[in-house]
């Protein structure tokens, strides 16, 4: 089966600008979760969708990040404007039920310079 | 609260054991494994539900004690794959939350 793919796979933009990350879950995993790892930090958690309906967004940082689910399908991650410390590994899992093992994708590096 | 995890790195020649601690201040519900190499995405492991209980994965085993709200990551025979990050993945509700993970570097 495919996995979870994450585009784009690095992303280099400037202060102030908008990016969009996309992530696609294993097909049929109604779960699927952003997470976010800064250098020599832990994988933070940032948000959980079920299907479309965003479960638990208690890790999101702030009101520019906004996360779409459409059709329970596919995911974006929009960060509007970006700040400097939104530089990291922003990570896409997806998981059958919520008690299964996470699958992730390989991640979107991501530098604000 | 993220877990904490001890030690923050290890280094060992082929063939030596060695032990990856994972403790948590809350009460665990459950506890994830995983494996990164550099550039890759994280790999599962294993997953531990129930206290006391123990799983294993080739020469790497677990176990989760709920009482003292921790886990352990046994690595018997190390071999150079198993060089890469560690991290675990503890559940008060059912999403996991990752410590800062354990860097284990394998020698021939």
């Known amino acids: 089966e495919a996995g979870v793919t994450q585009f784009p796979s690095h992303s280099v933009i400037e202060k102030g600008q908008t990016v969009t990350l996309r992530c696609d879950p294993i097909?049929?995993?109604?779960?699927l979760y952003w997470y976010r790892r800064v250098m020599g930090k832990e994988i933070k958690f940032l948000l959980h969708?079920?299907?479309?309906?965003?479960?638990?967004e208690s890790g999101m940082p702030n009101n520019r990040f906004l996360a779409e689910r459409t059709g329970g399908t596919y995911s974006t991650l929009k960060v509007q404007p970006a700040e400097l410390e939104d530089s990291g590994v922003y990570f896409c899992?997806?998981?059958?039920?919520?008690?299964?093992?996470?699958?992730f994708g390989n991640g979107t590096r991501l530098t604000v310079t | 609260q993220q877990p904490v995890q001890s030690p923050q790195a290890v280094i060992l020649r082929e063939g030596e054991d060695a032990v990856i601690n994972c403790s948590s201040s809350?009460?665990?519900?459950?506890v994830h494994w995983y494996r990164q190499k550099h550039g890759e995405a994280p790999v599962f492991l294993m997953i531990?539900?129930?206290?006391?209980e123990q799983k294993g994965h080739e020469k790497i085993s677990a176990s989760f004690n709920e009482k003292k709200q921790q886990s352990s990551l046994y690595l018997t025979a190390s071999q150079l794959s198993y060089s890469g990050t560690y991290f675990c993945?503890?559940?008060?509700?059912?999403?996991?939350?990752f410590g800062r993970g354990t860097s284990l570097i394998v020698h021939p």
């Open positions: 899992a997806s998981s059958l039920g919520v008690s299964s093992p996470l699958h």
């Open positions: 097909s049929g995993h109604d779960n």
């Open positions: 969708f079920v299907k479309e309906s965003k479960q638990d």
């Open positions: 809350k009460a665990l519900y459950s």
């Open positions: 531990l539900l129930k206290g006391g």
């Open positions: 993945g503890t559940g008060g509700s059912y999403i996991p939350t």
